[in-house]
C-alpha cells in the first residue's frame, strides 16, 4: 500500500499550483512559480534511485534474517523517511524523505510477494500473490483521494495533508506484522526444521495432521536437497548461468516491460498528461483513473489462476496498446483538437481502459511471475535482479520523460504513442519466451525449468517427480482448509483415503 501511496500522491501534488508556491522558485516575471523540468526530474528520480537501493539490500537481507524481520526493517525504513519529509519544510528535505522512504519500498518490492509466494498453495497463488498489487492499487485511490479532499485550500495543507496521511501505513504495518508466520520454506533452507514445523503447522491449523504436515515438510526438504545438487547455487553470477539464466531473463524481462508500456510514466506524471488531454478536473479524473486500475487488480483475483498469467499478459498487451495509441490519436489529431469536449472524453476514456487492462495483466501477472519462477537456491537474488531492472527503467523513464513530454521534446499527449508501442513488443516477446507458471508448486517449476522446457509446452507438460508431489498435497491441503473454514469437519482418516497418495521416499 504504501508503494501505490508514494507514487500517486506525488503524481498529484505536482499538479497543484500552492505545491509550486510553497517549493518553487521565484518566477522571472513576479508571476505564479512553477517547479523546472529539472526538479520534477529530481524529485521523481531520487525516489527510483531509493528504490534500486532498497533491491541491493533486499536480497541479502531477505535471505539472512528472513521474510518477516525484512518487513519489520522496512517499516523502520519508512517511518524515518516520512518523518524528514515532514520535519524540514523544504524541497530537497522531501525529496531526501522520498528517497529514504523508496529504500523501504525496494525492499517491500522483493520481499513481499516473495513471502506471499513461498505461504501460498499451487492452485490459488496468483490470486494470493495479486494481494499485493491489489493493496497498492488501494494506496493509490486512497493518496488521489486524500489530496482531492483538501485541494481547495489555499495554503500549504492543501498538500501537506497527504504526507502527513502516508504516516499510519507503516504503523499499522508494524502492528500486524508480528502476527505473521515465517516462511516454512526459508526456515527449512536454515536448516530449521522444529521452525518450519510451527509456521507450517499455523498456516494449516486445523486442516492437517502432524503427519500430514511432516508430510510436506520432507518433500520439501527433500526438493531443496535435489536442487542443491542440480545447481550448487549460491551467488549472483549462477543467476545468469543455465536454467537460472533463463529464469532471470523471464523476471527481469516482465518488470522492465511493464515500465516500457508507461506504468512509470502514469504513477508519476498521469495527472500532467491528462491535463495534456484537455482534462479541464484532472484530479477528480485521476481519482477515476486509479479506481479503474483498482477494478483491474480486482479482476486479477478471478483470472490469474482460471485463465493464467501467459494468457493475461498476452491479452492485456494487445489491447493496452490499441488503448493507448486510440487515446493519443484523438487528443494529439483531432481537427481543433479536444478542448476538454467529447474528443477528450473518448480519449480519457481510452486511457482509463489502457490502466484496468495493464494492471490486470501487467500490473498483477508480474508480479506473481516474478515471484515464483526463481528457484529456491537463489529466490532473493533473482527477485533482486528482476526489480532492479525495473527501477532502473523507471529511473530512466521519469528522468527522461518529462523532457520529450514538455519541453524540448514538446510531445505532448503524443508521448503515449511511445509507451503504446512497446505493447507491441511485450506481446512478442511473452509469445516466444514467458510459459505458463499456474498451477504448479515452486519446486514443481524447478523441474519443468531443469528439463529445458519450451514456454509454449509449459502449461501441458507432466511432471512425475517431487514437484509434482508437493503440488498435490499442498493443494489438498488448502482444499482441506477451506473446508475447516466453511464449517465442515475434516476426518483424518476420510482425508487420507481421498488424498492423492505421496511417496515421501520415492
Sequence with gaps: MNFGFDNNWWSCVLSLQEFADYYGPPSPDGGPKSLPSSWQSAGSGTANAGMVIGCLIAGAMGRRIGRRMSIVVLVGIALIGMAIQNAIHSYWAV???RMVNAISMGIEANVIPMFIAELAPPAIRGSIVNFYQW?????????VGVVYGPRQYDNMWSFRTVMVVQLIIPMLLCCVVWILPESPRWLLLKGERRAAYESLEFIRRGAATHAEIEQELDLLHK??????EYHHATSYADCFKGSNGRRTL??????VLQQLQGNSFVS?????????LGVTDALISQLAFVGMALAGATLAFVLTDRIGRRA???????????????????SSFWPG??????????????FMLWNCLTTLGWGSCVWITTSEVATAQLREKTISIATIFSFIAVLLITYINPFVQDEPGNLGSRVGFVYGSFSVIAFAWVFFVVPELSGRSLEELDELFQSNISARRFKSYRCNAVGARITAVQDMNAQAHVQVINGAAVESGQKSKERISVDTKA
Design 268 to 276: 508519476t506524471y498521469g495527472v500532467l498528461y491528462l491535463k495534456q
Design 250 to 255: 523471464i523476471a527481469a524481462s516482465v518488470q
Design 312 to 330: 493475461l499478459f498476452l491479452g492485456t498487451a494487445l489491447m493496452a496498446w490499441a488503448s493507448m495509441w486510440i487515446s493519443s490519436g484523438l
Design 337 to 350: 483538437g479536444v478542448n476538454g469536449g467529447p474528443v477528450a472524453a473518448g480519449s480519457l476514456a481510452c
Design 95 to 97: 525529496m531526501v524523505g
Design 135 to 143: 493493496w497498492l492499487m488501494i494506496g493509490a485511490v486512497t493518496a
Design 223 to 228: 526438493a531443496n536437497i535435489e536442487q542443491k
